[in-house]
């Protein structure tokens, strides 16, 4: 039987790299949370802290009862945060022991564990007629079972937990709706829809987002929704302040952007006057010039006779396959109809007038940090030639997204919790 071991076990994870680290360290330094129950951990500083040195202690029969005690040190010899905790072993063990984690997608992590020693001691005599190694194996396989639960209830709670809801007041007074999910230490997103929508055009990008442990917050825009409309004019300018205040109040800084058309333009006025609150951008249907609505369309949003037919599911459809695509059916253009419906035909026409012959241009290309721009292939309200101007003066180039339409929030919701993530993963 081998007198030295070279095992290695791994778990996937519901939690990214980052609360993974953070919860191994706090239970290397003995947190006492997930590891075997029979195992304890002293450390008089964190784990993760190259130089420290921490005591194992094994109680084969169980803390407190009598019985003989493997003891070992471990000094952490590498560290690299979020990826790599290294360990040379003294005592019951000499050798190396190794955590590494991995990320393997939005919100998830795959955390291994090589533990290469060779038994000293009286433990040296115990492994000729014990498999040692295969009982350690067993033993952190349990705890890395225990740690995926954990991980696994925490998301659960916090996914299951209704937002907190709360009313915040513009310049003008207008009481702007807004609703925070997900963990407050979550990476931050705001949300913002485009002109005739709503906060819940975000829920199954917002859904994504919240399962991966971001905190989302997304916001009825004046007049939309459960917000009050205001006294103050529509204008962009308004619009950004309005952002600017929502994350003042809930104390966020360095936000992920995401804007739905005529949303992007409002993100995009807010990353260019306030930089420190904007870490990055995703922009989905969105032109930062473009010739905006005619004014014969301008007229026909604040007609009523528009909120009568988007009411009416047959001429919803021909309405909007023929203004916003695709042209077939999608499941998502009942809530398109209904949410442009609700919107007062007052302010769907200021909206509309608004962005009128917009040029945000000069803006863009001031603008330096990570972005993705995406449209559908079929979008019929926003001309790809603007989309691409746009993505070129902020450096990138447009995500094109096939058979979708102008609602990307709605139809491809999983398209944009993937930009998302990637442009966390590119904030530095």
């Known amino acids: 039987m081998t007198l030295r071991y070279r095992v290695t076990d791994a778990v996937d994870l519901p939690t990214d790299a980052r609360h993974t680290w953070a919860q191994l360290v706090q239970e290397l330094s003995g947190a006492g949370a997930w590891w075997n129950t029979n195992n304890t951990f002293e450390s008089r500083r964190p784990v993760g802290q190259q130089g420290t040195v921490s005591t194992m202690t094994v109680f084969p029969g169980g803390v407190g009862k009598p019985g003989p005690r493997i003891r070992f040190s471990g000094r952490t010899t590498k560290v690299v945060p979020e990826s790599l905790l290294e360990q040379r072993y003294s005592g019951a063990f000499r050798g190396v022991g190794q955590f ?22 009286w433990v040296r005599q115990l492994a000729r007629v014990k498999d040692v190694g295969e009982e350690h194996s067993t033993a952190t396989r349990a705890a890395f079972r225990r740690l995926a639960e954990l991980f696994a209830q ?29 963990p407050r230490d979550g990476a931050p997103v705001i949300l913002v829809h485009g002109w005739g929508s709503r906060a819940s055009a975000w829920n199954g990008v917002r859904s994504r987002l919240v399962d991966a442990g971001r905190r ?105 396959s023929a203004t916003m695509g695709p042209d077939r059916r999608i499941a998502a253009r009942d809530q398109i109809a209904a949410d442009l419906a609700d919107t007062p035909s007052g302010v769907r026409a200021a909206y509309f007038r608004a962005t009128q012959h917009v040029d945000l241009t000069a803006q863009c290309a001031q603008l330096q940090l990570p972005v993705v721009v995406a449209r559908g292939d079929e979008d019929k309200v926003v001309g790809g030639a603007g989309v691409e101007q746009t993505a070129q003066l902020l450096g990138t180039s447009v995500r094109v997204v096939p058979f979708a339409g102008h609602s990307l929030p709605l139809e491809e919701p999983e398209v944009v919790a993937e930009a998302v993530e990637e442009v966390l993963s590119r904030i530095v």
Request: glycine share 12%; aromatic share 2%; charged share 20%.
């Open 100 to 121: 590494r984690i991995e990320s393997t997608g939005p919100g998830r992590s795959r955390l291994s564990f090589t533990f290469d020693v060779e038994p000293r001691g």
């Open 154 to 182: 925490e998301r659960a709670e916090v996914t299951s937990a209704p937002p907190i809801e709360r009313i915040v007041r513009a310049a003008d007074g207008a009481g702007l709706h807004t609703y925070d999910h997900g």
């Open 216 to 320: 989302v917050i997304a916001l009825d825009l004046r007049g939309h929704g459960d917000s009050g409309t205001g006294t103050a004019p529509v204008s962009l300018t308004v619009l950004a302040d309005d952002l600017r205040r929502v994350l003042r109040a809930l104390d966020v800084e360095g936000a992920v952007c995401v804007g739905h058309s005529g949303g992007g333009l409002a993100a995009l006025q807010l990353a260019h006057h306030e930089p420190d609150l904007v870490g990055g951008l995703v922009l989905l249907g969105t032109a930062a010039q473009d010739s905006g609505a005619a004014p014969p369309e301008v007229a026909l949003m604040g007609s009523p006779l528009l909120t009568a037919a988007l009411r009416r599911p047959r001429f919803a459809h021909r309405i909007l």
